[in-house]
C-alpha cells in the first residue's frame, strides 16, 4: 500500500511541474530576447525558432519533434509562444517599451 501511495504522490508532483512544448519554448525564448541588444520582431522570431529546435533536441521527445517537422506546426507554436512571451518573460515588456514607447505588446 505505501508503494502504490508514494507512486501516486511522485505522479501528482511530477505531473504538477510538467510544461508543455510552448512553455519550455517560451523560457528558452525569454533568455535568448533578453540577451539581444534591441527588440525587433526578426529578433524574436529568430529566438523562438532556436529555441523550438533546442527544446525538441535536447528533450528528445518525438511529439516534439512530429510539430517542428511540419510547416503549420512551426507557425502554429510560433505564434504561440509570441503570444506567451509578454506574459512569461518579465523583461519583454520593458524591452519592447523601449524599443517603441508607444507599441502594446
Do not use: H
Amino acid at each position: 500500500m505505501k508503494s502504490i501511495l508514494t507512486i501516486f504522490v511522485s505522479f501528482i508532483a511530477f505531473a504538477s511541474t510538467a510544461q508543455t512544448f510552448e512553455e519550455k519554448v517560451a523560457a528558452k525564448s525569454c533568455d535568448c530576447v533578453m540577451k539581444e541588444k534591441t527588440v525587433q520582431d526578426s529578433a524574436v522570431i529568430r529566438c523562438i525558432s532556436r529555441s523550438m529546435l533546442l527544446v525538441a533536441v535536447e528533450d528528445s521527445v518525438n511529439q516534439y519533434m512530429e510539430i517542428i517537422s511540419t510547416v503549420e506546426g512551426i507557425q502554429s507554436t510560433t505564434r504561440k509562444v509570441y503570444i506567451m512571451l509578454p506574459k512569461t518573460c518579465k523583461g519583454f515588456k520593458k524591452k519592447l517599451k523601449e524599443k517603441d514607447p508607444y507599441r502594446e505588446p
